[in-house]
């Protein structure tokens, strides 16, 4: 059974960094056919997909957050990572990562695993 | 890119059917068929319940149910149940470079 865990500080200073991580068990992010997803959800709104990586470490980014995200992958310890840059308030969300299966290489658009979620909290 | 459109609320007794809406435009809902539907209780993640507009993950009980017509998928839980008693997002394929949009989420509660 695959499981994904979110981890990382849970409170960020408004201009600095914001860096979760996602570990996966139960399943190698090497053996490809899948992309891995971050998506948050602001307190009490919907859901807005950030990111996602492939094993190689190709990526594809939400315009709306490209000029200040960053995921990387790190397969040596199966696990992948968001970096959000310049946060302010409005960045204050739970933050999901999520895996979303390809078929024959091609996308599904789907999410079918997801970690329990994380709250980041913006805030001098 | 706006989220997809679904009434806040939706309500039923037990052992009824209800349906949820998401409306979205040819770009996204209409155009592709990569609709999908999450539940998400209180303090947890989404869970899958429909891909692909109407294909159930296994272990989805078969009360669920997924259709699509033009630019508006549908969720349907026939035989309500307590447990059903959560918020749900419809997701979709868009063709803008967001690549994918959620909806902006219903309640459904069980009387």
């Known amino acids: 059974q695959v499981q994904l865990q979110e981890s990382g500080p849970g409170l960020v200073k408004p201009s600095q960094t914001l860096s979760l991580t996602c570990t996966v068990s139960?399943?190698?992010?090497?053996?490809?056919?899948?992309?891995w997803s971050w998506i948050r959800q602001h307190p009490g709104k919907g859901l807005e997909w950030i990111g996602y990586?492939?094993?190689?470490?190709?990526?594809y980014y939400n315009p709306s957050l490209k000029s200040r995200v960053t995921i990387s992958v790190d397969t040596s310890k199966n696990q992948f990572s968001l970096k959000l840059s310049s946060v302010t308030a409005a960045d204050t969300a739970v933050y999901y990562c999520?895996?979303?299966?390809?078929?024959?290489?091609?996308?599904?658009?789907?999410?079918?695993?997801w970690g329990q979620g994380t709250l980041v909290t913006v805030s001098s | 890119q706006s989220a997809l459109t679904q009434p806040a609320s939706v309500s039923g007794s037990p052992g009824q059917s209800i349906t949820i809406s998401c409306t979205g435009t040819?770009?996204?809902?209409?155009?592709?068929?990569?609709v999908s539907w999450y539940q998400q209780h209180p303090g947890k993640a989404p869970k899958l319940m429909i891909y692909?507009?109407?294909n159930r993950p296994s272990g989805v009980p078969d009360r669920f149910s997924g259709s699509k017509s033009g630019n508006t998928a549908s969720l349907t839980i026939s035989g309500l149940q307590a447990e059903d008693e959560a918020d749900y997002y419809c997701?979709?394929?868009?063709?803008?470079?967001?690549?994918?949009?959620f909806g902006t989420g219903t309640k459904v509660t069980v009387l």
């Open positions: 997701s979709s394929y868009t063709s803008s470079s967001t690549r994918y949009v």
């Open positions: 692909e507009v109407s």
């Open positions: 040819s770009s996204d809902v209409g155009g592709y068929n990569y």
């Open positions: 139960g399943g190698s992010i090497s053996s490809g056919g899948y992309y």
């Open positions: 990586i492939y094993y190689s470490g190709s990526t």
């Open positions: 999520a895996r979303e299966a390809l078929d024959v290489e091609m996308a599904t658009y789907y999410f079918d695993y």
